[in-house]
């Protein structure tokens, strides 16, 4: 496993990748931040397409992530994880959405669980997904994150969210 720091408006990421591509990029106010493993290697240059297109995304010019992913998760949480990627940037959707999309439309409490349990946060964008009613509920990186992000998107997408 390599890793890498990279600096960006809402602190230092750490990202994780092994052979497979990116396995995890943990936010600065991480609920449960991945330790440093002695077995794994410092290696910033691997990273330089995850830092380009980062950079990109942070300036408002990248709308969309093209990277290789090596998630690790159950089928369900890939599910989740892949109909996250599809939430269009600058727009939100529902656990309940995102239940029924999984094929489980009774699911959102699932749906939040693996949401939760996303370990390449903006990348797979589950900062995307809020409550029914509008709210911002349960984000892993904190909710002020959760909104920086959000309305960083709908600036840069030329929206206003509430």
Same mark, same amino acid.
């Given at each position: 496993?390599k890793?890498?720091?990279?600096d960006?408006?809402?602190?230092r990421?750490?990202v994780?990748?092994d052979?497979g591509?990116v396995?995890g990029? /943990? ?6 931040p991945r ?7 410092r290696? /910033?240059?691997?990273f ?10 942070f300036?408002?010019t ?22 996250l990627t ?8 529902s656990?309940g959405?995102v239940a029924?999309?999984?094929?489980h439309?009774d ?25 029914? /009613? ?8 904190g909710?002020?994150?959760?909104r920086?992000l959000?309305?960083?998107e ?9």
């Amino acid at each position: 496993m390599k890793y890498t720091y990279i600096d960006s408006p809402i602190g230092r990421l750490q990202v994780t990748r092994d052979e497979g591509g990116v396995t995890g990029l /943990d936010l600065p106010t991480a609920r449960y931040p991945r330790q440093i493993r002695d077995d794994w290697e410092r290696d /910033d240059a691997v990273f330089d397409d995850v830092r380009a297109q980062l950079s990109e995304y942070f300036a408002g010019t990248r709308q969309q992530f093209d990277l290789p992913l090596n998630a690790r998760g159950n089928a369900f949480q890939h599910a989740v994880w892949q109909v996250l990627t599809e939430i269009p940037y600058g727009e939100t959707t529902s656990y309940g959405k995102v239940a029924a999309a999984v094929g489980h439309p009774d699911g959102a409490r699932a749906v939040g669980v693996a949401n939760g349990q996303n370990p390449i946060p903006i990348i797979v964008p589950c900062h995307r997904v809020i409550g029914a /009613d509008g709210s911002l509920i349960g984000y892993g990186g904190g909710l002020s994150t959760k909104r920086w992000l959000l309305d960083h998107e709908a600036h840069h997408a030329g929206l206003t969210l509430v």
